[in-house]
């Protein structure tokens, strides 16, 4: 079975950094990409960040770009996405999601067909 759990979310004053995990079970890391994505309230889900299979490429958002980095640890079978300089446009629920399907858009999250539950990032001003 197919999960992924985000923690590291919370309250953080506009400047300040902070560290999401997304711990994965049920397949393997390597094998299938695996991104970040956000929504806020009233807005459409965003793609924030996103890493691939083969190569390890990454996508990031412009908007974070500089200043969001991903990462990922086989040994532990874990995500991570490091922010930082954050602003109050970046809060918003985070998500973990992974793409089992041959064709996906980090963009927007299409086809990324296993999500997690997210967990909330606020950014004070």
């Known amino acids: 079975q197919v999960q992924l759990v985000e923690s590291g979310g919370g309250l953080v004053q506009a400047g300040g950094s902070l560290r999401l995990s997304c711990a994965t079970s049920?397949?393997?890391?390597?094998?299938?990409?695996i991104g970040w994505f956000r929504q806020a309230p009233g807005k459409e889900r965003e793609g924030v960040s996103a890493i691939s299979t083969d190569d390890g490429s990454t996508y990031y958002a412009d908007s974070v770009k500089g200043r969001f980095t991903i990462s990922r640890d086989k040994a532990k079978n874990s995500v991570y996405l490091q922010m930082n300089s954050l602003k109050p446009e970046d809060t918003a629920v985070y998500y973990c999601?992974?793409?089992?399907?041959?064709?996906?858009?980090?963009?927007?999250?299409?086809?990324?067909?296993?999500w997690g539950q997210g967990t909330q990032v606020t950014v004070s001003s």
């Open positions: 049920g397949f393997t890391l390597d094998d299938y990409a």
């Open positions: 999601a992974t793409s089992f399907a041959p064709f996906f858009d980090s963009g927007t999250g299409w086809g990324f067909d296993h």
